[in-house]
């Protein structure tokens, strides 16, 4: 399974709409996918060494390196597949780069 945690500001609306339009495309694709949502200000080194991607609504500076690719998720609020399927696309390339299929 590969773990993937989603981060927004309020970690209530945003953060959860980014979580299930990952599962369900990466489903699609055939990936076997969980994905968390949380507040991007609870997301910490060791919250983040339990999961294989980072995707935050935005370019977030946490103090410190992730050391798991980090992909900006905020696109796929927009619900337009110009610019969502550029984001499935970079999560799935991260996916098969660091062999977590």
Do not use: W
């Not at 999961?51 to 798991?68: Q, R, V």
């Amino acid at each position: 399974m590969i773990k993937i945690l989603a981060a927004c500001g309020a970690g209530v609306n945003s953060s959860h709409q980014i979580k299930s339009a990952l599962e369900e495309e990466l489903s699609n694709r055939g990936y076997d996918v969980h994905c968390d949502a949380v507040m991007v200000k609870d997301v910490n080194e060791d919250l983040i060494k339990g999961y294989d991607i980072f995707t935050p609504i935005a370019a977030t500076d946490l103090g410190f390196e992730p050391g798991i690719p980090v992909i900006e998720a905020g696109p796929i609020l927009f619900r337009i597949p110009a610019m969502s399927a550029p984001v499935f696309d970079n999560i799935e390339a991260a996916i098969k780069e660091h062999g977590l299929s």
